[in-house]
């Protein structure tokens, strides 16, 4: 998902505005209509451009979906290491990285989700995405337990539990179990961490 070369069309040349407007633009179309039921016909009506225009960011409709998904998660990844910059306390960068992730699923509409779930390819996008978001989270455990602000006993046992739970949630165990959404379920996620983490005296 970090990979710069989801921001180059085929061929390797860097976009263009239009084309990173119109990249934005299908992003928001699929977030909220989802992509599946879509063909370049309508894609190309509802963005009014041309199929060539839609062609020079990917060499089919398939490959077009891949595309607006993997610039949906780099770019909602962009901005939660925005949001976390400059924080040094590892109990504030969880809540804010961790309900940063909430945010960005809560843009996502259940079509746009089905359809991940749905459609190999992008669903193996959102699966880089997690294990990148479960990484992360083990870092910061980590710089809490070396800061003091985490207790030491089980860190690492709990970061892999966190882990656990950001696939789950992925995977839609969670939310179909619980009856709530992503979003709803990663803000959960964030309050059984900062509480289960806290030294106590």
């Not at 193996?124 to 800061?147: C, M, P, T």
């Amino acid at each position: 998902m970090t990979s710069r070369e989801a921001l180059r069309p085929p061929g390797g040349k860097t976009l263009t505005a239009r084309q990173r407007a119109l990249l934005a633009e299908l992003e928001e179309l699929f977030l909220v209509e989802g992509f599946v039921h879509f063909t370049l016909d309508d894609l190309a009506a509802k963005t009014h451009c041309s199929k060539s225009t839609l062609y020079a960011l990917a060499p089919s409709k398939e490959q077009l979906a891949v595309r607006v998904v993997l610039h949906y998660f780099k770019s909602s990844a962009d901005l939660l290491d925005e949001r976390i910059a400059g924080i040094e306390d590892a109990r504030e960068i969880i809540g804010v990285y961790l309900t940063g992730i909430a945010e960005c699923l809560n843009r996502a509409s259940v079509a746009f989700m089905r359809d991940i779930s749905d459609f190999a390819p992008a669903r193996a996008a959102y699966e880089l995405n997690s294990r990148a978001a479960a990484a992360k989270i083990r870092s910061f455990i980590a710089k809490g337990v070396a800061d003091g602000v985490f207790r030491e006993v089980h860190a690492t046992l709990i970061a892999e539990m966190a882990t656990v739970l950001v696939e789950a949630i992925q995977t839609g165990v969670v939310g179909s179990r619980a009856g709530v959404s992503d979003a709803e379920a990663f803000t959960a996620l964030s309050e059984l961490l900062l509480g289960g983490l806290a030294s106590r005296p």
